[in-house]
Each structure stands twice: as C-alpha cells, then as structure tokens.
C-alpha cells in the first residue's frame, strides 16, 4: 500500500474522532444552554427541559431542581427559597395553585352529578331486591340506606337571621357544636378586632327547601382563645357551656361554665342559670360526665395532669401523667375516663381510685402521634381515636387491639375532631386540607369526600356537624358546615 494513502486513511480517522468529540461538545453546549435559556424562552420545547412540578409527575417532562414547568404556559420557571414580593413563585404557591386548581374540579363535579356511587354496583333497586329477598337484616338495610342517602347529600347555603345582621358578615366560623338532639348548635366566631364571640343557633326552621337558621347572640366576649369546648349538663340536659380558655398575657386562662339560657331572648323575667368560672389554666381538653358515679363533674386535660371537679361541691381529684392531654371523654356505664396524650398514648382513668396509689390506669392503648380525639362508641367495648399523623384507628377495649384504620385522613398537626354516629353508622372528620371525608363504620369503606366551598386555607377550616334530624325528631335529616362566613347544608336527596 502506498505510503500517502496509509497516511491518509490515518488522517481520516484522526478527524472522525475529532469530530465526534466536537459534536459530543456541542451537544452539550447547547444542552446546558437550552436548560438556563428555558425560564426566559417561552417557545422551548419541553421535552429537553427539566422540571420539578408535582402536576408533571409521571410525564414526558424530566425533573430539574430549582425549576418549576408550567404546563398551562408550557414553559420553565425558576423556584425561589420563601416568599419574594417580586417574583412570587414558590413550593407553597404552586400546592397552594394546585390543591385550589383540584378543588374547583371537584366543585364543579359535585353540582354536575346528582347521583353519587358511593359503592359499585350500589344502588337503591338492588338494596330493595336483597332486602325482600332475606338477605339483608333491618339494621343492615338502614346502614346501607344511610350509606346510598350521604353519597347523593347536596349542597345548599343556609340563611342565618340574626338581631344584628351586620356582624354576621364580619365575624368568621371557628367552631360549631351540636347538642345531644341536635336542635341547637353553639358557634365560636373569630371577631376581626380580635378575640371569640359566643352565639348559639337554633336549628327548628332548618326545613326545605327553604333553609333558615336564627342566630341567638350575647355580648359575652373574650379575647382569650378557645381550647376547648363541650355540652354540659348541670340542670337539664345540655343546659350549659364548658369552656377552657386560654390565658394571655397577665391574664390567666379558666375553665368557664356558661349557662345555654344566656343566648335566648325571652322575656319571661327568669334569671338564668348558674355562671361559674374556675381557676384552672393550660388546660388542653375538657369533658362533661353523664356517669352516676362522677355526676355533676368535669374533666380537664392538663399538662401532665388531669383534673376532675365536681362543681357543686368544688371537690377535685388529680391524677399526673406523662404528657399532655389532648383529648378527653367519659364512659356512661363504666366509671373510666378515656383520655389521649401528646405523646401517642391513650389511657383509662378508673374514677373509684380516687387517685390513692397507682392503681387508677385501667386500659393504654398507643398511637405513633399526637391523640386529637376519642370518641367511646355506645357498648363502650370499642373506642375510635385520630392523631396528628392522619392515622385514624378503632380499638377493641378489651383485647386492646386495632381492629380497623380509617384511610384518607389528612392532618399533620392540627387539634381535629371526630364525629362518629352508630345510629346512620357513618363517620364524619375534617381534614387539614378542608376536605370533609365520610366513612362506613361497618368496612371503614369511604363514602364520600366533600371539598371546601371556599378557598383551602388552614386558617379557615370547615366545622361540621350531622345527623339524621338535624332541628329534632322531625328535623331534616343532613350535615352541617360552618366555613367562613356562611353555613351550608348538605341535606339528603
């Protein structure tokens, strides 16, 4: 072979390699280009650039850090740490876009479909058949009736007449709380000045398909906020108010008893009931006894300490724990009183001790977070418990096991309520994200899941309360949300 062309062919190949590298280099180039031109280039493809929004998990487009890829302006935007008053464009600002964005689609569905399935193949023909046909019992066809009425509730806005309609418009629902018949609902609203304000609505016009409420109010006011609260039932059943308010500056914080007749216009010259007020500050939880063997008694939840007063003759017996308690319900037959700690523990206070010794802890259950609530279902053999980690479970109180977890709660540190009704056999919560979920008390099977009428925000959480005769025995049957402003109605179909 001639030596040119041995040197040429060896020439050649020096070049190739070359070129690839120059290419390799380019490609590169203009790689990392496109990546740092794409939050200002509105016309860049997006299948060469990065992002890292939630809304884009599991498409084409890959996940850069510090970018954001707005799928609606198809296009990339730089993340900044915190809030910016120039540009922003944060982590929070896009779940907070994303969670309204999921949250309108889910109104618009609810007032499209009438007709809600909250099981497959479900409907009110096929209970009926199975029902003639001896294959359901009554308690089970009115179970499963309750289950087919909550997935078809629909929403309407209740009107609240009140003698001062302009502080309706301005105060804001913190809390709603309904009485054992479920014809009254004792209200906390946040004044804008500062402070709670005490009301209580009367729930007999709650008729459709005019839906109307009248608001009883009182000039009682307190800047204190409002820990706790519970019916009591001192003269008459659910006759007062429990309260533990929490101290402020030099003022400190009391367990109040508010007679209910201080919110209803009469004027029949009858002097209202007794109005106490206890020095009993921090208190975390409070709980009225309808036991025989602790009546006329309240409970409060303390830090590292339970308290429980009899307010006729002011006697209190205390009993020290380890944490704080969070959550607090008395049993009717036996004389215990549940309560549910930060630290996770949920245990029985055996109200014949006395606080002599240690003998006074009957039962202890545990939960991996913080206990918010407990609720003793009517047997009083099994108890239902929340936490803040969004973990829901229902305990057997006497072989001291989980039998069944409750899935889809929301809650990472807020102070929620359960609502649990045997009788429809359904139960009821609020999570941190404004969604109020329903479930079978039966499977633990999810009903339902309602989203907020108004914007998602944690400091306007709805309050609920249901029942199936929501205004007394001939009431309507549906449940009631407090948000904001306004109170709505999800009545039955």
């Known amino acids: 072979m001639p030596k040119g062309s041995w040197k040429s062919r060896r020439h050649g190949r020096r070049n190739q390699r070359q070129n690839s590298r120059f290419r390799e280099h380019d490609s590169n180039e203009r790689c990392n280009t496109g990546v740092e031109q794409s939050p200002q280039d509105p016309g860049h493809s997006t299948q060469e650039a990065p992002s890292t929004s939630s809304s884009t998990a599991g498409s084409s487009v890959p996940d850069l850090p510090g970018y954001y890829f707005d799928s609606e302006k198809d296009r990339y935007f730089r993340l900044l740490p915190g809030h910016n008053a120039c540009n922003p464009l944060t982590n929070e600002s896009i779940k907070q876009k994303e969670m309204e964005r999921k949250r309108l689609e889910l109104l618009e569905e609810e007032d499209k479909q009438q007709k809600k399935i909250a099981r497959m193949g479900f409907n009110a023909s096929f ?39 302009s502080t309706l418009a301005n105060d804001r629902f913190n809390l709603i709380l309904a009485d054992t018949n479920r014809e009254r609902l004792f209200t906390v609203n946040d004044v804008r000045v500062g402070g709670s304000k005490y009301g209580i609505i009367s729930l007999h016009g709650l008729k459709t398909p005019t839906l109307g409420v009248h608001m009883h109010e009182n000039l009682y006011f307190s800047s204190r906020k409002v820990n706790s609260v519970c019916w009591a039932s001192l003269n008459d059943l659910d006759s007062h108010i429990l309260l533990c308010l929490l101290g402020i500056a ?36 409070c709980a009225w006894s309808l036991n025989i063997q602790a009546n006329n008694c309240f409970s409060t939840g303390l ?57 006074w ?133």
């Open 127 to 165: 209970l009926l058949q199975k029902s003639k046909l001896g294959f359901l019992n009554n308690n089970s066809y009115c179970r499963l009736a309750h289950e087919l009425r909550v997935s078809c509730m629909q929403r309407k806005k209740v009107q609240i007449h009140s003698s001062d309609p």
């Open 250 to 285: 030099e003022t400190p914080g009391c367990v109040t008893l508010l007679p209910a007749s201080l919110f209803v216009n009469n004027h029949s010259g009858d002097q209202p009931g007794m109005l106490c007020s206890f020095r009993i500050s921090g208190a975390w939880s």
């Open 303 to 359: 830090s590292r300490w339970v308290l429980v007063t009899n307010v006729v003759t002011g006697q209190r017996l205390s009993f020290g724990t380890s944490s704080d308690v969070l959550a607090q319900q008395f049993a009717v037959m036996a004389p215990l009183l549940f309560n549910g700690c930060r630290s996770g523990e949920i245990f029985a206070i055996d109200l014949r001790c006395r606080n002599q010794g240690k003998g």
């Open 361 to 493: 802890k009957a039962t202890s259950l545990f939960h991996d977070s913080a206990v918010t609530s407990v609720k003793i279902l009517q047997e009083e053999q099994c108890l239902m418990a929340s936490d803040m980690a969004g973990t829901i479970k229902l305990w057997d109180l006497r072989t001291t096991k989980c039998i069944r977890q409750y899935e889809g709660h929301v809650n990472e540190y807020a102070h929620l309520p359960l609502h649990v009704h045997e009788e429809e056999g359904i139960m009821v919560a609020v999570g941190q994200d404004c969604y109020t979920r329903i479930w079978s008390l039966q499977d633990a099977t999810l009903l339902r899941t309602i989203p907020s009428p108004h914007p998602t925000s944690r400091s306007s959480i709805p309050s609920v309360a249901f029942s199936s005769r929501l205004g007394g025995p001939q009431g309507a049957p549906g449940l009631l949300m407090a948000v904001q402003q306004d109170l709505y109605c999800f009545s039955y179909s």
